[in-house]
């Protein structure tokens, strides 16, 4: 079973519809993130949580929210989508600080990816 | 404003042979640099981790290097293999309040058998 699963893992749907993309990790890891790749831009984060009560907007929120339901759970919502939120969606984990290494040089681990379509 | 360049953008050589991918970042303030495999329809995964204070990295038939100070890094892949076909991206990680990854836009690599 992956470490970090993603649901659903293709999702075409209309224009102004409410999306709901959900994570779900089994590595125990207290930060989780959410990042779209277009092609030619590379991946780009959308938000980030470092624990279940705190949560923080990345590089291109807007349009965008996200719930921390709990330490293994991290969803990401599209309240009105819109086609140029098609893209590549992934969620990543990584894990708290520990000695000798620090949180800054923990690595993320990453989902298989939600491709989004929006017509 | 960080941002990563990989070149080429795509590479394909005949299997067994050596080769470089490159990594370029604009501002050298980053707490470590990561280099990630992709495969078609999957999610990343995570190669190899260079911390700031160190030169190099190696996993197997990968070794990647830092040099923080010219904004570079390259990841080494010897006797390459067909299964190495993926697209491979790095990604600088920021200091500040985000801790954000900033990516590259990968470079798409094919081995030939």
């Known amino acids: 079973d992956a470490d970090v699963t993603q649901t659903p893992r293709n999702r075409i749907t209309k224009t102004g519809k409410r999306i709901m993309l959900e994570c779900s990790q089994t590595?125990?890891?207290?930060?989780m993130y959410w990042y779209r790749q277009d092609p030619g831009l590379g991946l780009r984060l959308i938000y980030y949580?470092?624990?279940?009560?705190?949560?923080n907007k990345g590089e291109i929120s807007d349009g965008y929210s996200v719930s921390r339901q709990a330490q293994a759970k991290f969803s990401l919502s599209l309240e009105s989508a819109i086609p140029n939120q098609t893209a590549l969606y992934f969620c990543?984990?990584?894990?708290?600080?520990?000695?000798?290494?620090?949180?800054?040089?923990?690595?993320?681990?990453f989902g298989d990816g939600t491709r989004l379509s929006i017509l | 404003k960080q941002e990563v360049t990989q070149i080429p953008a795509a590479l394909s050589v005949p299997e067994g042979e050596n080769l470089v991918l490159n990594c370029s970042f604009t501002?050298?303030?980053?707490?470590?640099l990561q280099w990630f495999r992709q495969d078609p329809g999957k999610g990343l995964t995570s190669l190899l981790l260079?911390?700031?204070?160190?030169r190099e990295q190696t996993s197997g038939r990968l070794n990647a290097s830092l040099d923080k100070s010219s904004g570079r890094s390259t990841l080494y892949i010897a006797a390459s293999q067909p299964g190495d076909s993926a697209t491979y991206l790095c990604?600088?990680?920021?200091?500040?309040?985000?801790?954000?990854?900033?990516f590259g836009q990968g470079t798409r690599l094919t081995i030939n058998p």
């Open positions: 501002d050298s303030a980053i707490y470590n």
């Open positions: 949580s470092f624990d279940v009560k705190d949560i």
């Open positions: 990604a600088v990680k920021e200091g500040g309040g985000a801790q954000k990854l900033v």
């Open positions: 590595k125990g890891h207290d930060r």
């Open positions: 260079i911390q700031s204070s160190q």
């Open positions: 990543a984990t990584s894990d708290s600080p520990q000695q000798g290494v620090g949180f800054w040089n923990q690595p993320q681990h």
